[in-house]
């Protein structure tokens, strides 16, 4: 049979016409009281003084009790608490041999509180979903059903949201008939058996509140064999490529046996930057996020996507270089870079030629030839032609 702690509200009495419990599965504040009433069918020939009162199982003391009529008997419960379970909580007539006579289930509980932190984003303009938290203590035991509402602001009429499949509680998605350039008005109202109420109205317009799927195409590699140094390029996120729009990115990266990421904030809106600083030898995992900031124009911040998944790759083996950040200015003159690595490398090498590799050799090789190319190239400018 059924869950004998679940209150099933009664379709009438158990037994046909044997008994009544009067109110039937009524709806109650916290602590109201309520007196009920088992009234028993005369010809069952059981008098009121002889049945009693249970409420989830457990007997209530006959104290409470009082036999209104030869088949009328009463119970008044005081300060009632909140239901144990949405089902209810249930309470039974019974005869002087336990049998149930009759049934009803009390639903205690409070009004709803006004819903709290709205908040809505669009994903690439093609939607927007919307998610709330109950008010309060949130809910109480009383199922509460809550409705998200929108209109454009001006001359819309009001519209309910129907689209709350989603794995998150508290949540709702519009999926059609979307407006950009125009602000909607969107609110939350909760309701239950005992009230209703409803949150604060947001405004928004949809192009503020954009976010995109994480950039793709994410590669990771060495910068030749600087040993402290990795490259990142990744592709600006697909959905968002017929929009005219700014995008900002980051990038966060950890050392594959570390859970602390560290964030790069200044990567503006280049799709590649040059991580410095790094240890050499070493694993690293890195993810790429972006803001599509000012779609059409739009003024607002911009919500950030999810961060891309996790590519890694390894510095070279090496001496450890001074540490560095993003280089912005690696994709402009690759020479002007390299030479100004070398330098770097060169003062390094004066200070820690103790402890060269044959790497670090080669490296200094290679800076040599350079330099000389260079020294060779400004002695032809500067020497008259001849």
């Excluded at 592709?235 to 790069?264: C, G, H, N």
């Excluded at 891309?308 to 790759?313: E, F, M, V, Y």
């Excluded at 510095?315 to 690759?334: M, N, V, Y």
Aim: one cysteine or more; aromatic letters at 10%; a positive charge.
């Amino acid at each position: 049979g059924p869950n004998p702690s679940q209150c099933l509200p009664s379709d009438g009495p158990v037994l046909p016409d044997v008994a009544v419990i009067y109110p039937q599965d009524p709806v109650l504040r916290m602590g109201s009281n309520l007196t009920a009433s088992c009234w028993v069918h005369p010809e069952l020939g059981v008098h009121a003084s002889s049945l009693f009162w249970t409420l989830n199982g457990q007997p209530l003391p006959s104290s409470l009790y009082r036999v209104l009529s030869p088949t009328n008997l009463s119970v008044t419960l005081a300060g009632l608490n909140a239901s144990r379970q949405t089902s209810g909580d249930n309470l039974v007539c019974h005869n002087h041999k336990g049998h149930i006579l009759a049934g009803s289930c009390l639903y205690v509980g409070m009004p709803p509180e006004k819903p709290v932190n709205l908040t809505c984003w669009s994903r690439n303009t093609k939607d927007l979903t919307c998610s709330w938290a109950p008010g309060g203590r949130g809910e109480t035991n009383i199922s509460t059903q809550y409705t998200l509402k929108y209109k454009l602001r001006w001359y819309g009429k009001e519209k309910e949201c129907e689209d709350y499949t989603h794995t998150q509680p508290y949540s709702c998605s519009i999926t059609r008939d979307l407006h950009l350039f125009t602000p909607y008005e969107i609110w939350v109202e909760a309701s239950n058996q005992l009230g209703r109420a409803a949150s604060d109205f947001i405004t928004l317009d949809i192009l503020d509140v954009v976010t995109t799927d994480p950039p793709s195409g994410v590669t990771v590699s060495r910068v030749g064999q600087l040993e402290d140094q990795l490259s990142v390029r990744w592709e600006a996120p697909p959905a968002l490529k017929d929009f005219l729009f700014q995008a900002k990115y980051q990038i966060r990266y950890r050392l594959e046996e570390s859970q602390d990421w560290k964030v790069m904030d200044d990567v503006g809106n280049q799709t590649s930057c040059r991580l410095a600083g790094l240890r050499p030898g070493t694993v690293y995992f890195v993810q790429v996020r972006c803001n599509p900031v000012g779609i059409y124009g739009s003024r607002k911040a911009g919500i950030w996507s999810e961060w891309s998944h996790p590519t890694a790759a390894s510095t070279p083996h090496s001496e450890r270089l001074t540490p560095g950040s993003c280089d912005s200015k690696s994709s402009g003159d690759s020479n002007s870079t390299l030479r100004r690595e070398l330098k770097q490398f060169f003062g390094w090498v004066r200070k820690h030629a103790y402890g060269c590799s044959s790497m670090s050799m080669k490296l200094y090789d290679q800076w040599r030839v350079l330099m000389q190319k260079s020294h060779k190239a400004r002695n032809q400018v500067g020497s008259p032609r001849g």
